[in-house]
């Protein structure tokens, strides 16, 4: 059979950076059944004392996500946290404005910063400017980090919580650049809020973390302007600004669907530059990180939401957003987090948006049935698994193709990441070529003494291949596609795959 050849040289020297473990990180926003009946199920035989169900809490365990996003998303702009503590039988039912549903504040601050500690990770805790402002951020910076002995850090030792949560990494909003945003905003008008909010911020708390709101995909109108003209505003006092993207395979155009990532890597670049912009026409020292706390495929369920919110609003944690996911979509998923790692010098967060049932990796059957893994979950997890230490240039020959709406599309996308302490290398790579398997040459010759300790993959036959409750037709297995002699390592990459192949001393 006759191979596609990509060759490749890995070099310890050629270093991106170190990766930082935030960018496994995910997202619950209170939204469809991510709270209520995803990681909250009181009458679920798993549930803990606490009402969250322990086999949601495992396999978040093996996702090891060190940083969760909260409470939204388009959630926040609406929120009043001070309606989220206290007694649970003495919170209010609210009208939940941005997904026309019902909040029942059964789950609220406190409970949730209690559960992700639970789960390993950390709170990133996003602040209200669509509808509230500078003295509602700092009240619930005040409950959540100061020690006590003041109106609001009192209230939370009254409610049970001594010890300050010490939240460290805190979003300014979210998507305000949006007009589907409750209390959507203009450039000028968001820098500003965000500049006095940020400042006030710090006086409370100087050790905190501020992610100004970016654009919310590459395709808004207002991208890159947004960024130049807010951060303007923002940069003496924020660390990060976001970024938010999409994808879906609408047209069922598959080549073309997994080009998107190439989109991907253009929005990174653009807003690195405009970040580098700002920084120069301040004449300022540090560079602006990028926290890309939402990104994911969603489409699937887009008809399905429409009719919930347009024909039956005012549910109480109503089925949205629930994206069953296929085998082209891990792909795509797999190919994101190669474009993150690539980033690894500016992008220091990302939130795989989201976490549990809404566009999720783990979803659960309604009404107290199982947790299962969707297709998404093992890209995610071997990435989050394998993907810490330092990312490495990948220097790559690979053939190109188009597709409808992209160029010079590689055939083959690749990134090693080398844990030192470890002695491990790892290469991520997708061959997004539908037709031809690849022999990729890899030169290791920097790794002496290294061997392969493992080939995973994931494939189908089936691009539209899904999993379920009780059916994992997308499952990684072991292969024994690759080998090293003489520090060339030779590597068969079926068509339509995710590898991941491990070397060790």
């Given at each position: 059979m006759a191979y596609s050849k990509v060759k490749m040289v890995i070099d310890k020297e050629f270093c991106i950076a170190e990766i930082d473990e935030r960018i496994y990180g995910s997202f619950i926003e209170h939204l469809?059944?991510?709270?209520?009946?995803?990681?909250?199920?009181?009458?679920?035989?798993?549930?803990?004392e606490n009402g969250f169900r322990a086999d949601v809490k495992d396999l978040i365990r093996e996702l090891n996500v060190p940083i969760i996003r909260y409470p939204g998303g388009n959630f926040v702009s609406g929120f009043y946290w001070e309606d989220s503590v206290g007694p649970?039988?003495?919170?209010?039912?609210?009208?939940?404005?941005?997904?026309?549903?019902?909040?029942?504040?059964?789950?609220?601050?406190?409970?949730?910063?209690?559960?992700?500690?639970?789960?390993?990770?950390?709170?990133?805790?996003?602040?209200?400017?669509?509808?509230?402002?500078?003295?509602?951020?700092?009240?619930?910076?005040?409950?959540?980090n100061h020690p006590g002995n003041t109106k609001y850090s009192d209230l939370r030792i009254r409610h049970g919580y001594k010890e300050p949560h010490n939240i460290k990494t805190w979003c300014l909003g979210n998507e305000m650049d949006g007009p589907w945003q409750l209390g959507h905003k203009t450039m000028e008008e968001y820098g500003r809020l965000a500049e006095e909010t940020a400042r006030a911020m710090k006086i409370i708390d100087p050790s905190i973390e501020l992610v100004s709101c970016g654009?919310?995909?590459?395709?808004?109108?207002?991208?890159?302007?947004?960024?130049a003209v807010t951060l303007e505003h923002t940069y003496d006092y924020v660390d990060y600004v976001s970024m938010h993207q999409?994808?879906?395979?609408?047209?069922?155009?598959?080549?073309?669907?997994?080009?998107?990532?190439?989109?991907?890597?253009?929005?990174?670049?653009?807003?690195t530059a405009t970040c580098d912009f700002v920084k120069a026409k301040k004449r300022g020292k540090k560079d602006i990180k990028i926290s890309f706390d939402e990104w994911?495929?969603?489409?699937?369920?887009?008809?399905?939401?429409?009719?919930?919110?347009?024909?039956?609003?005012?549910?109480?944690?109503?089925?949205?957003?629930?994206?069953?996911?296929?085998?082209?979509?891990?792909?795509?998923?797999?190919?994101?987090?190669i474009t993150i790692l690539k980033h690894a010098d500016r992008v220091k967060i990302a939130c795989l948006a989201q976490l549990v049932n809404v566009i999720a990796p783990i979803m659960t059957e309604a009404g107290g049935g199982a947790a299962w893994k969707q297709t998404i979950f093992y890209p995610f997890m071997h990435a989050s698994k394998y993907g810490r230490g330092t990312a490495l240039l990948p220097v790559i020959s690979t053939p190109k193709f188009d597709t409808a709406t992209h160029e010079d599309v590689?055939?083959?996308?690749?990134?090693?990441?080398?844990?030192?302490?470890?002695?491990?290398?790892?290469?991520?790579?997708?061959n997004r070529s539908l037709t031809e398997d690849v022999e990729m040459t890899v030169d290791v010759r920097s790794f002496e003494g290294y061997r392969v300790l493992e080939h995973i993959v994931l494939e189908s036959d089936d691009l539209k291949a899904e999993n379920g409750p009780f059916s994992q037709k997308v499952a990684p297995k072991q292969t024994s596609q690759s080998a090293i002699d003489g520090g060339i390592m030779t590597s068969t990459l079926h068509?339509?795959?995710?590898?991941?192949?491990?070397?060790?001393?």
């Open positions: 469809g059944r991510a709270v209520y009946d995803g990681i909250y199920a009181p009458e679920h035989p798993t549930a803990d649970v039988s003495e919170r209010p039912r609210r009208l939940e404005l941005a997904w026309k549903s019902i909040e029942e504040n059964k789950v609220g601050l406190n409970e949730f910063t209690k559960w992700t500690r639970d789960v390993g990770s950390h709170v990133m805790m996003a602040v209200n400017l669509g509808t509230r402002g500078i003295a509602d951020a700092c009240n619930l910076l005040e409950y959540c654009s919310s995909s590459l395709t808004m109108p207002t991208f890159p302007d947004w960024e999409y994808y879906g395979n609408q047209k069922n155009d598959s080549a073309d669907f997994l080009a998107c990532s190439d989109d991907m890597d253009q929005f990174i670049r653009t807003v994911n495929v969603w489409y699937h369920s887009n008809a399905a939401d429409n009719d919930i919110t347009e024909n039956h609003p005012w549910q109480a944690a109503p089925p949205m957003l629930e994206d069953i996911y296929n085998f082209e979509d891990a792909l795509l998923v797999g190919l994101m987090l590689t055939a083959v996308e690749a990134v090693p990441v080398y844990h030192e302490e470890k002695n491990e290398l790892t290469v991520f790579a997708v068509k339509a795959s995710w590898n991941v192949i491990r070397l060790g001393k």
